[in-house]
């Protein structure tokens, strides 16, 4: 089975989806976007993060979709920062998984779902 290439958003909660993509099989975490790069200075800063988890990071999320064939992406931002990379995923074609909640308000969730 060829395993399912994910991009994961975010590397505060996205820690979390990086750990458990590792447990299911047929998937595959290939690379991550985080514009606070402090965010991982405590795991050793950004190569070494890469490397112990056999991914590439950018600090751009746009670069990493531009740049990487991906089957599906995890954005695992907070609902102020989702409406662009959910225009931008779904401009690309590249199926999402969101983290909750979806939307500060039902008026701007229904206009998220517009974007898909």
Avoid: F
């Avoid at 820690?15 to 099989?25: F, L, P």
């Avoid at 102020?80 to 039902?106: F, Q």
């Amino acid at each position: 089975m060829t395993p399912i290439r994910l991009g994961v958003v975010g590397l505060g909660l996205g820690q979390w989806i990086v750990e458990t993509a590792k447990e299911i099989e047929g998937a595959h975490v290939v690379a991550a976007a985080e514009n606070m790069p402090a965010r991982l200075d405590g795991m050793g800063g950004y190569r070494a993060y890469e490397k112990e988890n056999d991914l590439r990071i950018y600090e751009d999320a746009d670069q990493m979709m531009d740049a990487e064939s991906l089957d599906a992406i995890a954005l695992a931002v907070t609902p102020k920062h989702r409406r662009a990379l959910i225009e931008s995923a779904g401009n690309r074609g590249i199926p999402m998984l969101i983290e909750k909640p979806w939307a500060g308000t039902v008026e701007s969730g229904r206009a998220l779902v517009d974007l898909c």
